[in-house]
């Protein structure tokens, strides 16, 4: 048995591919890295739980087909079941400490125990703001969206100058991708605690998952310059930065590119450089090297056809072996006029391989000239 079903952390299903499961363990520790600096020690416990776990996903599913197999089969004789703890000094006057319980369990990612502590405390509590926030946090994490919704605003209602609180209700609406209510949740919280990064942080992280990358590489600068040591931010900074370098290139295809004019390789390394140097995040620093090397690559020489020569390469090589032959032939008769024959087809060959030696970007180009003219209409 295991402790941790990692494809419902991932919430990816059990067949599903390698790059998938790279792809939902990006997405999950993008949503997670700006919680490990929330102000509320509660809220970093929970994160850095999970950020362990999704380090443990990544170790168990992505290192090896062996590795993922052996997992496999622990995970068919299933997940050992949650409990509700019982943490010591968790009474309080003789009665359990609901709070405290489901603080524990949040801070553990045992979501179904903090859940049941969590409305028990509402039970006993009342207008407890504390104690909704902790539910809709344990029903967030259940994926109970629309309870966490109301659980996160009945917080806000009882305690509405709380950043923390406003800032949970954000996260559920990120969830339901209610982007404008996301961000004015984010923006109370920013200035409710203006002293906090991890505020200003969500509202660029909506503004980037709906491809406002300017202005949300603006907002990390922005709070990068008031927190230029704090890892999260330059974390985010980088990923934004990466993810810019990827829009450069004019020729787009689904979920990839191709750099096919010089002019967008120095940008590309540019900005690609920076966000090496900002963050050491394994993924990032793998993201960068890739790209890096892609881009380094591009001034190389390589062998590529010209477009007319490659669209019909028989007719041109064809031609030009046909005028040299005749030329010889023609030559053997009346010489001068075979020369200029031979010499012609010397001509145009020397030219087609002359422009056949080419950087890599042009061969690119040459090779996507459809896709480009298309993409311009």
Not at 56 to 83: F, I
Not at 222 to 232: L, M
Not at 235 to 254: M, R, V
């Amino acid at each position: 048995m295991v402790e941790v079903d990692y494809y419902e952390l991932l919430g990816v299903q059990r067949n599903a591919s390698e790059e998938d499961i790279e792809q939902a363990s990006k997405r999950a520790t993008r949503q997670w890295t700006k919680r490990v600096s929330s102000p509320n020690i509660d809220v970093r416990h929970e994160a850095e739980t999970k950020m362990k776990r999704l380090r443990e996903a990544r170790e168990a599913l992505l290192t090896g087909p062996e590795k993922r197999a052996a997992y496999d089969r622990s995970l068919q004789q299933g997940v050992l079941p949650s409990t509700v703890p019982s943490p010591q000094g968790a009474r309080a006057g003789g009665e359990l400490d609901w709070v405290a319980l489901a603080r524990e369990a949040l801070a553990n990612n045992d979501y179904h125990s903090a859940a049941y502590a969590a409305k028990e405390a509402t039970t006993v509590l009342g207008g407890n703001a504390e104690s909704w926030s902790l539910r809709s946090r344990a029903n967030l994490g259940l994926g109970r969206v629309q309870d966490a919704l109301y659980e996160a605003r009945q917080a806000t209602e009882i305690e509405m100058n709380s950043a923390e609180y406003h800032f949970n209700l954000g996260n559920v609406h990120e969830q339901l991708k209610d982007w404008v209510s996301a961000l004015k949740e984010y923006q109370v919280a920013t200035q409710l605690d203006p002293q906090s990064f991890v505020y200003p942080l969500a509202q660029g992280s909506v503004l980037q998952q709906n491809s406002l990358l300017d202005e949300a590489i603006d907002m990390y600068r922005r709070v990068f310059g008031n927190h230029p040591d704090a890892q999260p931010v330059r974390y985010y900074l980088a990923f934004a930065l990466l993810e810019k370098a990827e829009t450069i290139p004019k020729l787009q295809g689904d979920g990839s590119y191709a750099v096919t004019e010089q002019a967008e390789i120095q940008p590309m390394i540019a900005l690609v450089s920076e966000a090496q140097q900002l963050s050491m995040d394994e993924d990032v620093q793998k993201q960068a090297a890739y790209m890096l090397e892609y881009l380094n690559k591009q001034t190389d020489m390589v062998w590529s056809l010209p477009g007319p020569v490659s669209d019909a390469p028989f007719m041109w090589f064809g031609g030009v072996i046909g005028a040299f032959l005749l030329g010889i032939f023609i030559s053997s008769v009346s010489g001068g006029i075979g020369a200029l024959f031979i010499l012609g087809s010397l001509v145009v060959l020397g030219l087609i391989i002359w422009q056949s030696y080419v950087p890599r970007w042009k061969a690119s180009k040459r090779r996507n000239s459809l896709a480009l003219m298309i993409g311009r209409l």
